[in-house]
């Protein structure tokens, strides 16, 4: 904040709360928390950070591991990043298509069901992204569902693989609400999708280009990402812009 309104100032936050810091524009909460607070408790950690803000000391840190700030910036920037991807949910998906008996017996094995690699059963005309984009001249490019595969991002042969009557086309176009019904009995899959939920994104779809997220949607999935791997964590302080 500006210098000659904190000089001689102790700012006190309370640690396993949520402290809600306000003010009028202008006022210096930014720089604040993002400017000194953050940067300081990072240098701290020794964390590789931007020089904090002038500041006299900081007190109390040693009871925390970690500083994150979860902001509304882009998770991605282009329809191979989704929020099954973001979420770390994808991978396992892909093991429980292959596990199925349609699978084994054609010999699929995980990676058919990526539709970020050549090697998988992508579809051929959109190399996977279930979009085409036309180039428009003195105008934005416009993007249109790929004729194809219609959107579903794969080939017929990789459709026809079933995994409790979804193939994995729809399985990216479920909902996270939906798609915690549909895994609730894998706990890997189902807790990133019921914290989203709780965050109050549960509309967002599995195969949501994450290009397309509005800030606070984004915000949400990082949020939601942080907040299931916690107990792994150390004690951490969470910075939400």
Not at 64 to 76: K, N, T
Not at 209 to 230: D, P
Request: charged share 20%; net charge neutral.
């Amino acid at each position: 904040a500006r210098e000659h309104n904190l000089r001689g100032d102790t700012v006190r936050i309370p640690l396993e709360r949520l402290t809600v810091v306000a003010g009028v524009s202008g006022s210096g909460k930014s720089t604040l928390v993002r400017g000194v607070l953050l940067p300081a408790l990072r240098q701290k950690l020794e964390r590789v950070t931007e020089d904090p803000g002038a500041h006299e000391r900081l007190t109390g840190w040693e009871r925390l591991g970690r500083a994150v700030a979860v902001d509304q910036s882009p998770i991605g920037r282009t329809p191979r990043s989704v929020p099954a991807t973001f979420l770390g949910i994808w991978d396992p998906i892909r093991k429980l298509f292959a596990a199925t008996t349609d699978a084994q017996v054609q010999g699929f094995s995980a990676a058919r069901f990526s539709f970020n690699t050549p090697q998988g059963g992508r579809c051929p005309a959109c190399d996977g992204q279930g979009v085409i984009s036309h180039e428009m001249s003195f105008l934005p490019d416009v993007v249109t569902p790929c004729p194809t595969c219609e959107g579903s991002r794969f080939e017929p042969r990789t459709l026809s693989v079933r995994y409790l009557d979804h193939d994995i086309g729809q399985v990216l176009a479920l909902t996270a609400e939906r798609a915690v019904e549909v895994f609730e009995h894998h706990p890997k899959i189902r807790a990133p999708l019921e914290t989203l939920c709780e965050l109050g994104a549960g509309y967002i779809t599995l195969g949501q280009g994450s290009h397309t997220l509005s800030g606070g949607e984004a915000q949400r999935l990082k949020l939601a990402a942080e907040l299931t791997a916690g107990a792994r964590h150390l004690p951490t302080l969470y910075v939400l812009d």
